[in-house]
């Protein structure tokens, strides 16, 4: 129906079976004690394991499965063994990314490779080792981190905006590939929020939120069975109508009031 959730809606976090990816800082490491409190059975990956173990703390419900996300053999290690202790997987959560905030003209082959590689290649890691199982049980789901910087090309983003339109663009086609087998797809979009990553912006970051909101937004968002889950809403709507708005106008509002040039 038109009105009705797009994805199944979580009654109850008690018992989910959830893999967080990037759970060691930031937006990953909230959701991951979010999670953990509600009774969810948690597995945190991430490269730093001493940061994942400070995260998890006492939680006798968490598991952690360290993992460098380029590393493709080891996604099928660490599936197999967040599959022995929890008997399977009910919601992996992708939330690693890479940022550096620069200019067309200061982009470097070698660090454009970086960042494409571990924010839109290791997905594809991540897909292929989780959806096999998901697809015979036909239950399960899969959450992208995107961002708002995915919806138009914003300066100082010359290679993570387009990561992350790519992300939007993969989220559209695994729902529409995947909802009919059984299984979620969630696309996640959240404004600025106040991380290491958003550390290394000399600009004012209009509406930016703390990890722990932003976590909240996002797990309401999945329980209420969401397919796009954005927030700020206030700064998000803004970003929705700009990209309606005609390639003149839009460049010139971004000259006057972003001081691009």
């Known amino acids: 129906m038109i009105f009705s959730p797009m994805n199944s809606p979580v009654r109850d976090w008690s018992g989910q079976r959830i893999w967080l990816v990037g759970a060691s800082s930031g937006i990953g490491a909230a959701l991951a004690r979010q999670a953990l409190a509600q009774g969810a059975r948690v597995a945190l990956s991430a490269r730093r394991e001493e940061a994942l173990q400070r995260v998890a703390g006492s939680a006798p419900n968490a598991l952690i499965v360290p993992l460098d996300v380029l590393d493709h053999d080891a996604w099928r290690r660490s599936h197999d063994r967040i599959c022995k202790e929890f008997g399977g997987i009910d919601l992996v959560l992708f939330c690693a990314a890479d940022y550096h905030p620069e200019r067309s003209w200061e982009v470097t082959s070698d660090g454009a490779l970086q960042t494409l590689r571990t924010n839109l290649a290791s997905v594809?890691?991540?897909?292929?080792?989780?959806?096999?199982?998901?697809?015979?049980?036909?239950?399960?789901?899969?959450?992208?981190?995107?961002?708002?910087?995915?919806?138009?090309?914003?300066?100082?983003?010359?290679?993570?905006?387009?990561?992350?339109?790519?992300?939007?663009?993969?989220?559209?086609?695994?729902?529409?590939?995947?909802?009919?087998?059984?299984?979620?797809?969630?696309?996640?979009?959240?404004?600025?929020?106040?991380?290491?990553?958003?550390?290394?912006?000399?600009?004012?970051?209009?509406?930016?939120?703390?990890?722990?909101?932003?976590?909240?937004?996002?797990?309401?968002?999945?329980?209420?069975?969401?397919?796009?889950?954005?927030?700020?809403?206030?700064?998000?709507?803004?970003?929705?109508?700009?990209?309606?708005?005609?390639?003149?106008?839009?460049?010139?509002?971004?000259?006057?009031?972003?001081?691009?040039?």
């Open 124 to 261: 594809y890691s991540a897909l292929a080792t989780v959806l096999p199982d998901m697809l015979a049980r036909r239950s399960g789901g899969i959450a992208l981190v995107a961002s708002v910087a995915g919806y138009i090309g914003l300066p100082n983003a010359s290679v993570y905006g387009p990561s992350k339109a790519a992300l939007i663009n993969l989220a559209e086609i695994l729902y529409s590939d995947l909802h009919g087998r059984g299984l979620n797809v969630y696309l996640i979009n959240p404004g600025f929020v106040k991380t290491e990553l958003t550390q290394k912006n000399d600009f004012t970051m209009p509406a930016i939120q703390t990890p722990e909101a932003a976590a909240t937004a996002i797990w309401h968002g999945i329980a209420e069975g969401r397919f796009e889950i954005h927030f700020p809403q206030r700064f998000t709507r803004f970003l929705k109508l700009l990209q309606m708005l005609p390639y003149r106008l839009r460049f010139a509002l971004f000259e006057r009031f972003l001081d691009v040039k």
